[in-house]
């Protein structure tokens, strides 16, 4: 193959690799880190499935866009709750 060949070659795989995008994948910590939370609660939220997640040997990956998503959702649920009164009633107690 002449080199000319070759460059063309090395070329076209490079055009490839630029139109198919890889997903940005973020670890366990830098998940906790953007959520703002402990390493284990993110754990918590990969493994119980509330968060999208591949596991890659024994550790976890999280596609950026499978957080978007995560955020997504946890936006329009508390939007269509609106403002209701959470957790238990109050009862006062007498002082006397």
């Not at 090395?10 to 939370?37: F, G, S, Y």
């Not at 968060?51 to 998503?69: F, N, Y």
């Not at 997504?72 to 269509?80: D, F, M, R, T, Y």
């Amino acid at each position: 193959m002449s080199q000319s060949e070759h460059r063309k070659t090395d070329c076209d795989n490079t055009d490839i690799m630029e139109t198919t995008k890889t997903p940005n994948l973020l670890t366990v910590r830098e998940v906790a880190e953007l959520l703002r939370v402990h390493q284990r609660t993110a754990y918590r939220l990969i493994t119980g499935g509330s968060i999208k997640a591949i596991k890659i040997g024994s550790q976890w990956r999280v596609p950026e866009s499978a957080l978007i998503d995560f955020l997504e959702k946890g936006w329009k649920e508390s939007a269509s709750q609106g403002k209701k009164k959470s957790g238990p009633a109050q009862f006062k107690l007498p002082l006397d």
